[in-house]
């Protein structure tokens, strides 16, 4: 049962051009939404975040926009930039999970070309 | 300051052999989490801690033993090491508040690979 999907493994876009990573879930209860960076044998950072009572985050480049009637958010970069290619991961919590574990989706790989 | 710092970076098991993988943070988190992550997946949480003394299991906890004796360590048992469990292993640790941006972000070591063989 995956609650949190990304369901494209890949996008490749231009330097200069937006980059939009998409992110759907299942759950209702989940009301804090965060998104990850990775690169290559390094841990995940954390990147960006919002609660669901907002729509949208911004922070320099990057922002998020949640869609609740939808259960979905996406990632905005603008403007994208070679140093952006990473893996990203969407994550979601739920105020009443124990722990405020997180739920993350599979990863999409973002390549910026120059 | 050091964040959260894992050991060993690299190890290869044989099948049936033990071995421990250590996690340590120094920001006075009271959450701690063990991942892991196979090609292509996401994060499947497979024990975690919400303070010293208390740990639960997450999604993968089979064959996967934890303690946290102290606030700073979390460390991961495997037992009897399976070709299963062959992934890279990551842990984390966040102080969660539920009120400001600081709600439930969780910071991450730099990841155990580890291949059973």
């Known amino acids: 049962d995956q609650q949190v999907k990304q369901n494209s493994p890949s996008l490749s876009v231009q330097e200069g051009r937006i980059s939009i990573l998409n992110c759907d879930y299942t759950?209702?209860?989940?009301?804090?939404f965060l998104w990850y960076k990775k690169y290559p044998a390094e841990g995940p950072t954390f990147l960006i975040s919002?609660?669901?009572?907002?729509d949208k985050n911004e922070d320099g480049r990057f922002t998020v926009f949640l869609n609740k009637s939808a259960k979905h958010l996406s990632l905005h970069i603008v403007p994208s930039q070679p140093g952006d290619s990473a893996v990203y991961f969407c994550?979601?919590?739920?105020?009443?999970?124990?722990?405020?574990?997180?739920?993350f989706g599979e990863g999409t790989q973002l390549t910026v070309n120059p | 300051n050091a964040g959260v710092t894992q050991t060993p970076k690299f190890r290869i098991l044989k099948i049936g052999q033990s071995m421990t993988l250590q996690c340590a943070q120094d920001?006075?988190?009271?959450?701690m989490y063990w991942y892991r992550q196979d090609p292509g997946m996401g994060l499947k949480l497979i024990y975690y801690s919400v303070g010293a003394g208390i740990t639960d299991k997450g999604e993968v906890p089979n064959g996967y033993n934890v303690s946290r004796s102290t606030t700073e360590d979390f460390p991961l048992r495997l037992e009897l090491a399976a070709p299963s469990q062959t992934s890279v292993y990551f842990c984390?640790?966040?102080?969660?508040?539920?009120?400001?941006?600081?709600?439930?972000?969780?910071?991450f070591g730099a990841g155990t690979r580890l291949s059973v063989l």
């Open positions: 759950n209702s209860m989940f009301d804090y």
């Open positions: 994550a979601a919590s739920a105020r009443e999970t124990s722990g405020s574990r997180l739920t």
């Open positions: 920001m006075n988190h009271n959450y």
């Open positions: 984390a640790s966040s102080y969660s508040i539920y009120s400001g941006a600081a709600k439930n972000i969780q910071y």
């Open positions: 919002i609660s669901s009572i907002k």
